[in-house]
């Protein structure tokens, strides 16, 4: 399956399989700079985008008329829980019961999607994944993939496609415990708890606040335009540079990540009465904040890394140029598998 993986301002294109564990990528692309598809709801925004990805799906010479879309999990709403094993009608009504709970609008006006993730025959219970968005932003997907010729097979969110890929790809180095993966996004940022005995996600959390506000803070601080902003998160981040103590400036932004992780972790404690969690991994633009994982492990003591799956890929032509990329690809190769 060929994935779009559509973000704020970025789009990537995959097409990879799981070939006896190793990730064989056959596709991969992607264009920055888009316009605020999912901020802006106007015909001149879904017009620009359009063409963007026509042309990316052109210069790749795709095809293929069926493909996976993955949205981002900040214009979704999202819940893992356990219910009781019911009949599929009576499950339906629970579920939406229990989305009535955490989404902020009229259910008429939403799709809501449900998924069986594990089944607790000891306990007889499920554990659901349960995944809804506005109905007007799915029928915009829809929209904007038809006029390129193309239909969705699927539409998920990044929590389910990223679900996906660590089911068949991340082995934890003890079966003991859980990782947390801190998916920080362009305006939001969202935390799995992923289960080490399961071998699945359990719990998650999003909140508004991703790498925008990284930006912001030195934007505002150093009275500088958008691309030098990047241009230091990037190269200087959280490392020591005699010119800019970002490390300061950067500081409103890191206490308020630190602290959602905090209470993320104090939570699954409660929840699911754990001790300690393992380790943090960090996915997606992440990579645009140099040195963020040691600034993370310095202000909660827990062992912090980018979660890199280049051990994982087999190195082709294809992938070569793409190697350092990887972190951000994730949920676009998670929604390419079966």
Excluded: C, W
């Excluded at 015909?43 to 993955?70: C, G, R, S, Y």
């Amino acid at each position: 399956m060929i994935t779009l993986d559509l973000q704020e301002n970025i789009i990537r294109i995959v097409k990879a399989r799981n070939v006896s564990g190793q990730i064989e990528i056959e596709l991969i692309a992607y264009q920055s700079e888009t316009p605020p598809f999912f901020e802006l709801d106007t015909e001149k925004i879904l017009i620009e985008e359009t063409k963007i990805v026509k042309k990316a799906f052109d210069i790749l010479n795709i095809n293929k008329k069926p493909i996976n879309i993955v949205v981002p999990d900040g214009f979704t709403y999202s819940q893992i829980v356990y219910m009781p094993r019911l009949k599929e009608k009576e499950l339906l009504s629970a579920v939406k019961y229990q989305a009535d709970q955490f989404i902020p609008m009229p259910l008429e006006d939403t799709s809501l999607d449900l998924e069986i993730i594990y089944e607790d025959k000891n306990q007889n219970r499920l554990l659901v994944l349960i995944v809804a968005a506005p109905q007007k932003l799915i029928e915009r997907v829809q929209g904007l993939v038809e006029r390129i010729g193309l239909y969705p097979e699927s539409i998920e969110s990044e929590l389910s496609a990223t679900g996906r890929f660590l089911n068949s790809f991340y082995q934890p180095a003890t079966p003991e415990g859980g990782t947390i993966f801190i998916n920080i996004g362009f305006s939001y940022t969202s935390f799995y708890y992923f289960d080490h005995k399961l071998k699945l996600f359990t719990d998650s959390h999003n909140f508004q606040g991703g790498l925008s506000v990284f930006l912001r803070e030195a934007q505002v601080d150093i009275n500088i335009d958008i691309m030098k902003s990047k241009n230091l998160l990037k190269t200087i981040g959280f490392a020591h540079d005699p010119n800019y103590d970002l490390d300061r400036i950067l500081k409103p932004a890191t206490d308020e990540l630190t602290t959602e992780i905090q209470k993320f972790i104090n939570s699954l404690r409660v929840k699911f009465q754990i001790n300690a969690v393992n380790q943090l991994y960090l996915i997606n633009l992440s990579s645009e904040i140099n040195h963020i994982d040691k600034k993370i492990q310095n202000n909660t003591g827990v062992p912090t890394a980018v979660f890199n799956p280049l051990t994982l890929t087999k190195k082709t032509s294809v992938t070569e140029p793409f190697l350092k990329d990887l972190p951000s690809f994730i949920a676009a190769i998670g929604g390419s598998l079966d």
